[in-house]
């Protein structure tokens, strides 16, 4: 008698409720079942990434709006030099050009590297990708050390410029257009005459307001 009473399920007075609940437990894992190998392949979808054409034609759109910004750079030193003799010679950079591509040019590199690298990779190229950014770094820090050579540090440099081809980034790193804005004195001076325009211009006054209380 007391061999059955230890072995009998405590929950039969209570109408089999545990023998029911394995059941219910069991069919709660089957409908959640298919929600999770949705979420899971979900996840493996992206992880994958970009492909290889759409990881480049991203590269290629950051090295572009990094070209027009190094541009503009140079093309702001080309004003500034015109302007020179007309102003009270406050410029630092006029007369220490390293100096201005250590604060102007280098940074611009550096995020563009950055910018680069926050590009999701597609999946297996996370390794070929690191080494061709450690690459440009490298070049980077050159032309900090060497800034007199200007931006033909990177620019010039055909081994990492096929790197980047062969992956087909076309546009990086960003070069030098064969006649750029920056040399030609007609632009400089349409450029000087903008930016004095621009300073002439009365400050904007804000509306709304009325009279003081």
């Known amino acids: 008698m007391s061999g059955v009473l230890k072995s009998r399920d405590p929950g039969a007075d209570r109408g089999g409720v ?28 992206d ?27 140079y093309m702001d030193l080309a004003v500034d030099e015109l302007l020179a003799p007309l102003s009270d010679g406050g410029n630092v950079y006029l007369d220490r050009p390293d100096r201005w591509v250590r604060a102007k040019v280098v940074p611009e590199y550096k995020s563009l590297s950055n910018r680069l690298k926050s590009i999701p990779p597609p999946q297996g ?34 081994r990492l410029r096929d790197r980047f081809a062969s992956y087909g980034m076309e546009g990086c790193p960003p070069v030098f257009d064969e006649e750029p804005d920056w040399e030609d004195p007609a632009k400089v001076l349409a450029a000087a ?14 509306g709304g307001g009325g009279q003081g209380e």
């Open 125 to 158: 190229d996370v390794t070929y990708l690191s080494d061709l950014y450690s690459d440009l770094d490298v070049l980077i820090e050159t032309l900090h050390r060497r800034p007199g050579d200007g931006r033909a540090v990177i620019e010039t440099d055909v």
């Open 47 to 73: 992880a994958s990434g970009p492909t290889q054409a759409e990881y480049a034609s991203m590269a290629d759109d950051v090295c572009t709006g990094a070209d027009e910004a190094i541009d503009a750079l």
């Open 193 to 206: 005459e903008e930016r004095a325009a621009t300073e002439a211009e009365p400050p904007a006054v804000s």
């Open 18 to 45: 545990s023998a029911v609940r394995p059941s219910l437990r069991r069919l709660a894992g089957v409908a959640v079942l298919p929600a999770l190998l949705l979420a899971a392949a979900g996840c493996s979808e």
